[in-house]
């Protein structure tokens, strides 16, 4: 079974930055058959993709919301995905979910899609105060 765990949430200023960490664990799962997506959920609406990552070549996608602001990075060794968000907005507060799943279940030209992520975290609250 994969384990996944969130970290890196906070409050902070619109501008700032932070970055969130996924640490992806489990009894002999090989980091690189996964693929790893960034989902949010603000108040009151629904669940939004973010970015995703396939951990074996680094393709990535991320939402037009975010891009020129976010990057999102995987450490093999680490087993761990990052997402650093810079110049954050109030529109970025949200619950932030970390999510693996196979290698197919991130694309450069489409979002990524929840049914294809079966291992999520439990999420982490980033709070951006304008």
């Known amino acids: 079974e994969v384990h996944v765990a969130e970290s890196g949430g906070g409050l902070v200023q619109a501008g700032d930055s932070l970055r969130l960490a996924?640490?992806?664990?489990?009894s002999g799962i090989f980091f690189?058959?996964?693929?790893?997506?960034?989902f949010r959920q603000a108040p009151g609406k629904e669940r939004d993709e973010v970015a995703c990552i396939r951990t074996h070549d680094a393709v990535a996608w991320q939402a037009d919301s975010v891009k020129g602001r976010f990057s999102i990075s995987a450490d093999d060794a680490k087993m761990t995905a990052y997402l650093q968000m810079n110049s954050l907005e109030s529109q970025d507060t949200a619950v932030y979910y970390c999510a693996v799943g196979y290698s197919e279940s991130c694309l450069a030209n489409w979002a990524p899609r929840e049914n294809e992520y079966d291992y999520w975290g439990q999420g982490t609250q980033v709070t951006v105060s304008s």
């Open 32 to 38: 690189e058959d996964y693929a790893v997506g960034w």
């Open 22 to 26: 996924c640490v992806v664990s489990g």
